[in-house]
């Protein structure tokens, strides 16, 4: 199975990289054949809306993503980790989320067949304790990211609390959630751990 994996935290050792990790170890994932992208390391550009995908089926920015492209169009599975920023993904996710404009083009405009059908996971963790809202900005940016990249079915994984509670191997609410989760390549399904009791409330 190709698996892209995709981390959006704009530091190191973040928690969105170690979700990641820790995901594709707790599902076994890791003997697949996986692309790593760090999003930081990477040099690319926002979406210049110059609608050149709407002439060509592909993107004539050229940088770090031109080579990605393949890659998307080719992976079984995407796997998309991201911290929350002002309700949202981070601004490097969301710049490579526009990106995918290529693939609304495709379909909308230039009228050609969807690419290849993938397995969708987004991994969303948010600083803050849990509020309702917290994680409606970051959703819906991947509701619109998965449509576009044929992701039909997907796995959403949302923790809260991340400032009092790291994720990293030593967070047992988040190991005991992480086991807890049913990977079902058939559904769509959505989990959220919130904050337990840690911390002061
Ligand atoms: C610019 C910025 C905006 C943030 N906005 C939110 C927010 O709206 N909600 C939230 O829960 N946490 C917010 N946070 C906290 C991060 O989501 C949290 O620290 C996250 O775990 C960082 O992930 P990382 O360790 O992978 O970088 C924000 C952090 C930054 C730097």
Redesign the pocket.
């Known amino acids: 199975m190709k698996i892209l994996a995709i981390a959006g935290?704009?530091?190191k050792n973040?928690?969105?990289?170690n979700?990641l990790d820790l995901f594709l170890e707790n599902f076994n994932l890791k003997n697949e054949d996986i692309t790593y992208l760090t999003l930081k390391d990477l040099d690319y550009s926002y979406c210049i809306s110059c609608y050149g995908c709407a002439k060509v089926p592909r993107c004539i920015l050229k940088d770090d993503l031109t080579d990605i492209y393949p890659i998307i169009e080719e992976s079984d599975m995407i796997i998309f980790s991201?911290?929350?920023?002002?309700?949202?993904v981070?601004s490097i996710s969301k710049s490579f989320i526009d990106r995918m404009q290529v693939y609304w083009s495709r379909k909308f405009l230039l009228k050609l067949p969807p690419i290849k059908e993938k397995f969708g996971i987004c991994l969303i963790?948010?600083?803050?304790k849990y509020t309702e809202e917290?994680f409606l900005g970051s959703e819906l940016v991947f509701d619109h990211f998965l449509k576009v990249t044929s992701c039909k079915n997907h796995l959403t994984l949302k923790v809260?609390n991340?400032?009092e509670n790291?994720?990293n191997s030593e967070n047992e609410d988040f190991i005991r959630f992480l086991n807890s989760i049913n990977l079902d390549f058939n559904a769509r399904k959505s989990y959220v751990l919130k904050e337990k009791n840690y911390g002061n409330k």
């Open positions: 935290s704009s530091r973040s928690n969105t990289d979700f991201t911290p929350i920023y002002f309700n949202s981070s963790n948010g600083g803050a917290q809260s991340t400032d790291p994720i």
